[in-house]
Structure formats: C-alpha cells, structure tokens
C-alpha cells in the first residue's frame, strides 16, 4: 500500500479511505492509494507553512541546492525502480519511461545547482538612497499534477519552486501517481525537512479541489485540461494569488517544399506517437505545402504503419493510453473522422499479445483534414495525426494560428528567411526549426499562449515565477 507524505512523515488518508490503481497494460487493480481530501489537504498546507519558519526556511540557497542534488543523485540511483513503478501504472513502454527519469533527475540537477545562483538587484536611486531588489519566495506552493508523465512533471513543477525556498504541496493524478508518491519519499531520504515537500493523493474534485481552494497557499501550478484549468483560475482568484496554467495544445508541424523530408517525415511520427499521443506537445496537426503533399504524406504514411503498440515490457513505439475513458475518447475521434470521410493514410498495429483487458488504441494518420473540424482543434491526446495542406506560407502561418490553442510549432524548411518569418509569426510558446521536442529541454522556458494557458516553466523564467521581488529603499543621506 503506498503511502503520503505530510510533515516529513508517511501517512495514510485521516479517513482511512483509499482508491485503487488499476494499471492500463491489462485492465487489473495492482495497488492501493490513500484518497486524501480536505483535512489531509489541511495538514499538508499547515505543515508547509511550518516549515517556512522553520528549519527549511532557515536554510541557505546552497543548502537548499545541495539538498536537491542528492535528490536527483538518489533519482538516478532509483532509476529503474521508478521506470518500472512509472511503466505499470501509466502503461508506458520501458525506454520512455527509463527516459522520464532521467529527465526527472535532471530537474532537480537543474534547479539545484541555479538555487544560489538567482540574485536580487541594486537599483540606482536618487542621491542619499540605497535600493536592493530582493528576491523571495512566495510561500507555500500547491502542485497539481496530470498523469501522462508524472514523475518527469512533479519534478517540472516542483523543483524550481524548492530552490527558490518555497514549501511545497503535490497533489498527483489519481490515475497516475505511484512514482511521485516514491518521489517525496526519496525527498525524505535526501534530507529534506518534514514539510518542505507535501503529497497528498486523490480525487481532483476532492484533494485537487481543496488545495485549489485553500486560504493559505500562495501559488498553484497546474498542469491538465482546459475545464479543471478555468476552475484553478477561479480558485487562485478567490484568494488573489497567482497560477501558471498549462493546458495542452494542438501543435502543428509547418512542411515547406524545400524542407529535408526525410528528416521531417521521422520527426513526425515520432512527435504524435511519443508517449502514446499523451503529451501537452504533441505534433498533432501536420501542415504539408500543396506542391510536397502528396509524397510527403506518402512517406510519413510509409513510417506511420510501422509503428507498433504494446505493454512496457514489448518495449515497442506506443503503450496503451491510461484509462478506459481516454481509450473511449481516442477511439471516438477515429471514428467521427472516418465517418466525416477524411481518408485513413496509414494505422499502426497493436501486438498481438496485450492483454485484451488493456486500454490500447490504433495510432491513425488522417489525410485532407480541414482546420475547422474537431480532429483539426480538439486535443485528442492520443496517436492520432491529421494532416492537411497549405498553398503558401501566409496560408501555413494562417491554419497554424488557427486554433485556440498556442503552445509548440516546428517550421521545416531549408530556408533561412521562411525559418525566422514563420517563427516569428507563430501565435504559441515554443519553436522548433527543423526539430521538433526536446527531450525534457529543462532548460527551455516553455508554456503557453490562447487557451494553452500562461506562465512559464523550466529554464531560468521559472524561478522568477515560482519567487516574488521585495524593494527595499534605504535613505542614507
Ligand atoms: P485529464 O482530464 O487529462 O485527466 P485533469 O485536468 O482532469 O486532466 O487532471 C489533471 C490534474 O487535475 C489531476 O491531478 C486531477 O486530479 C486534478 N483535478 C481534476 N479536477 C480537479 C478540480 N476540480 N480541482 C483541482 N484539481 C483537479
């Protein structure tokens, strides 16, 4: 039975209430969880704010940093631990989720090593004044995690939020969340004081909700849909305190005739089927320039049909997506696309051996889809892929943009001013020219613009959101 932690101490819901995990690969429940809700969202927040004025608060940047980089040190050191504990409960193959540790530690690698490398500032003044910038952190931090990466997205949110001297409260997925639980235990091991780093598992409407709603939090980070991401705004205005809001996207790849096809081809597929679709990132719309498209397609079809989906252990290209919900969802866009008539390119193949209890879906690339359909603007987060045609670039720059989404967008072409002018115009958080992901990119800020939310995370931007400024003004004479 897996187990919380609140106040430096493993614990079980006050209810004594838990949830079952079932895990996607076959359908079957493998584990139990506490199902915290509002009284255990309570103690952790309360624990945090102890911790502020205790022990972790009292530790220096370095100390907090160090502290962090055993973390990722004891990451590394259980690495294959939590890939397997990631893989059965997500259904991720093994090499994807062996990656999300790696990533996982070099978060905290990350912000560990920047924790005293971020400085206030000296402002000049008037004559007889002195200003100092300082900067803060702003309190107690509440982290709402989704489940498509959990551990890689635990360490997104909360790493830059530690090193800046912020208590933090992690409520993971209740669909997903056995290796951040494992996480906040490594925490413990690490050294970390009791109340620094808070989980609490559960329900979204109930744990996700009563943290959302909590008086006493200064931040909430969150990471998930578009419908719980208005409600955490709701919630943080309540209170007047700031979120970042990362909601997913329906990011497109933008293919010039001069582009080097065979280098985007690869790209492409490998953008729309990582992680089985589910990913804020994934390349789900393809924009092929008219005079390319037909053997463009033809190509990227050709690597399409290749792709195989089976159970972590298979280690193959896809898993199954993680709950029957999700499987409903991917499988009724396939459909609704089929009957609009938007011809089937080429589908990938299941293995044979799954499971047949198991969540699994075909990965599907549809040709000639319109921009204005739903497999064009909705977020499937699955392996679908739907591609259409552009005459020029203004025409390309045109359906990119139009989505209510805006977070990534990878331009291919070999020339340097369609590079620069398409990237410049692209409405969304990220570009990529002739590349496309980064394979965690820690460094990268990233977020969104539009309905894909705001706020940045990773790189050197999300310590400045995750810490306030305070402007000290000293008359000296
Ligand atoms: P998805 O629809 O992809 O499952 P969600 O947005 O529902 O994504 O979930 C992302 C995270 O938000 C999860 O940790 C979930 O528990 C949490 N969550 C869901 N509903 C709420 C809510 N009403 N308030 C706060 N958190 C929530």
Redesign the pocket.
Known sequence: MAHMIIAGKACQAISGQTLEVRSPVDGLVFEHIPRGDAKDIDAAVRAARAALSGEWGNLSATERGRLMMKLSFLVTEHAEELALLEARDTGKPMTTARNDMVVLARYFEFFGGAADKVHGEVIPFLNGYQVNLLREPLGVTAH?????YPAQMMGRSIAPALAMGNAVVV?????ACLSCLRIAELALLAGFPAGALNIVS????E???A??NHPDINFIS????N???V??QQ?AAKHAVKCTLELGGKSPHLVFEDANLELAATTVVRGIIQNTGQTCTAGSRLLVQQSIYDRFVALVAEKFKQVRVGTPEMNLDCGPVVNPS?QQRVNRFIEQAKAAGYPVLAQGQIDPGVPAAGYYVTPTLFGHVPNDSPLAQQEV?GPVLAAMSFTDEAHAIALANGTDYGLLAAVWSENGGTQQRVAKALKCGQVFINSFGAGGGVELPFGGVKRSGHGREKGFLALEEMSTTKTVVQFHG
């Open positions: 709402i995690i989704p489940w498509n409520k993971p997925a209740e669909d559960g329900i979204g409407e744990a996700g909700a943290l959302a969150f990471t998930g849909s419908e719980v991401g409600l955490i919630a999700q987060f």
